[in-house]
C-alpha cells in the first residue's frame, strides 16, 4: 500500500506560479513511477505529467508542455510539479499517482492515487 498526500494548491493568478508536492509513504517510493493529473469540474481526468523511478525520463501533457515541470526527490519520497504560467484553464483538482509498471499517461496504468489539491487560477 502506498499512501500519497498532495500539498501545495490555492488560487493565484494568471500567469503567476505554484508548486505542488506529493509525499508519499508506505512501500519503497523508488519503486514507482510517479504522475499528475487533472480533473476540472464537469470534465473528465486528465493526464498532466509523468516522471520514472529514476527521475531520468519525464513527459508531459501537450497542454502544460514548457510550463510544468515535474521532477521528484526519492530521499524524500516526494514528487513535485512546478507550474509557471498558469492559466485559467489550469484550474482543476491536482492529483499524484504511483504506477508500478513505469511511466505512463494513462490512469489505468496507477495503483494508487492521492485525495488531491486544488488549483484555482483567476484571469
Known amino acids: 500500500q502506498v499512501t500519497l498526500v498532495e500539498s501545495g494548491g490555492g488560487l493565484v493568478q494568471a500567469g503567476g506560479s505554484l508548486q505542488l508536492s506529493c509525499a508519499a509513504s508506505?512501500?519503497?517510493?523508488?519503486?514507482?513511477?510517479m504522475g499528475w493529473f487533472r480533473q476540472a469540474p464537469g470534465k473528465e481526468r486528465e493526464f498532466v505529467a509523468t516522471i520514472s523511478r529514476s527521475g531520468d525520463i519525464t513527459d508531459y501533457a501537450d497542454s502544460v508542455n514548457g510550463r510544468f515541470t515535474i521532477s521528484r526527490d526519492n530521499a524524500k519520497n516526494t514528487v513535485y510539479l512546478q507550474m509557471i504560467s498558469l492559466k485559467s484553464e489550469d484550474t482543476a483538482g491536482y492529483y499524484c499517482?504511483?504506477?508500478?509498471?513505469?511511466?505512463?499517461?494513462?490512469?489505468?496504468?496507477?495503483?494508487?492515487w492521492g485525495q488531491g489539491t486544488q488549483v484555482t487560477v483567476s484571469s
Open positions: 508506505g512501500r519503497t517510493f523508488s519503486n514507482y513511477a
Open positions: 499517482a504511483a504506477a508500478r509498471r513505469g511511466i505512463s499517461a494513462s490512469g489505468a496504468s496507477y495503483d494508487y
